[in-house]
């Protein structure tokens, strides 16, 4: 277990909410380092959880099983069990299954048959509005079964342990939004931003070590670190690694938001870095800050001349954040740089990057998700 010590948000003014939130770990046991991620055991929340045993008008102490040997009551298992915010197939079959014939049934119908459709519909949905959309008697079994398990959540760890002797710190963005005139969380974030007490609430935790993603031994390799959004979290943990262990090595830092005013995520902390000569360059993508959107990827495009002298000097290169985009548009940066600055062919760039850089020398580390 460790408490949550700190929280505070690091993005006043912004639309979107990311919050700095500090755990003791001091007595548990616990040992991590810097690049690894901790595991959060989430639980639904409070108000969740009521408002979904009224809509199956069911009580909070019905018993129901959930494949353990003992029965549980009906509000532990929705609270610590199951996958309550957001809608599943199993549940929407077993409505369907349940309408009598009509027009509903053959919508309902035609919904599941189309991967892309039930995909979209399950995505803004939970189980409350599924319930207000048909009308129909589920018994708490009936619904417990159809539930998916609560998969614990990973986070990359914003702290060294020889910055932060028995804490860890972590950088999160809070999901929130509003469908069918109710208020969503995310499962996680939700829990995070909604029903922590500081200094009084406690959360199970793990942590999930990594093999690669860390930054060299050899304190006289220089780095860059590619962080745009909460992808900043590991290299917060690196600048203070590197600092405590002396590193003589250079650091530049790529970081993107949306704008600077709002949204530079320990901008004090980078600014006391560079004025003490411990932060090399710091390179920063504030997308909305102009008329014409600039992303981390469009730095690095612009910085090819010198990022190629620095991976040519033996540098690692580190991207943490969105796989789907931001990452893969790097990637193709770096090919790019090769291929032009390293005067190579396209093939040769390619192989550059994707076998010599990640595999064989292993100074392309990648945390993307």
């Known amino acids: ?58 009580k909070r102490n019905d018993l129901v099983s959930t494949g353990d040997v003992e029965e549980t009551t009906l509000e532990n298992a929705l609270t610590h069990r199951f996958v309550i915010h957001r809608a599943g197939k199993k549940f929407l079959t077993m409505v369907h299954d349940k309408l009598g014939k009509g027009k509903p049934k053959r919508e309902l119908k035609a919904i599941l048959d ?18 207000n959309e048909y009308q129909v008697k589920i018994s708490p079994q ?8 609560i998969a614990p959540r990973l ?15 972590l950088t999160v963005a809070i999901v929130k939004y509003n469908n ?32 690669d993603f860390v930054i060299p031994q050899d304190g006289s390799k220089d780095i860059i670190m590619v962080g745009p959004g909460t992808g900043i979290a590991p290299f917060r943990a690196f600048m203070e690694e590197r600092v405590s262990t002396g590193a003589t090595g250079r650091n530049w830092l790529f970081f993107g938001e949306v704008h600077e005013e709002s949204t530079f995520f320990y901008k004090d902390e980078w600014f006391d ?35 190629w002298e620095w991976l040519d000097n033996g540098a690692y290169f580190f991207i943490c954040g969105d796989k789907q985009y931001m990452a893969k548009d790097v990637h193709k940066a770096l090919i790019d740089i090769a291929e032009k600055h390293g005067k190579m062919k396209r093939e040769d760039a390619e192989h550059y990057v994707n076998q010599t850089l990640m595999k064989e ?9």
């Open 180 to 211: 069918f005139e109710r208020d969503r969380y995310g499962l996680a974030t939700g829990d995070l931003a909604r029903d922590i007490e500081v200094n009084k609430t406690e959360v199970p935790i793990y942590i999930q070590p990594t093999r």
């Open 273 to 307: 870095y560079m004025k003490k000569g411990q932060l090399t360059k710091l390179t920063t993508a504030f997308s909305r800050d102009q008329k014409e959107k600039i992303y981390v990827q469009n730095r690095i495009t612009n910085n090819g001349k010198e990022i």
């Open 361 to 369: 020398e292993h100074r392309y580390l990648r945390d993307v998700y």
């Open 1 to 58: 277990m460790a408490k949550v010590v700190e929280a505070y948000t690091i993005s006043e003014g912004s639309g979107k909410e990311t919050n700095h939130y500090v755990f003791s770990i001091k007595g548990s046991g616990i040992r991590y380092k810097s690049g690894d991620a901790m595991g959060l055991y989430p639980k639904n929340n409070k108000r969740l959880v009521k408002d979904t045993i009224v809509k199956l008008r069911a």
């Open 142 to 149: 009936e619904f417990v079964d159809t539930l998916s398990p």
């Open 155 to 169: 986070y990359s760890i914003s702290s060294s342990p020889k910055a932060h002797l028995g804490e860890i710190h």
């Open 114 to 131: 189309d991967a892309e459709e039930l995909e979209k519909y399950l995505f803004v949905r939970d189980y409350i509005d599924i319930m």
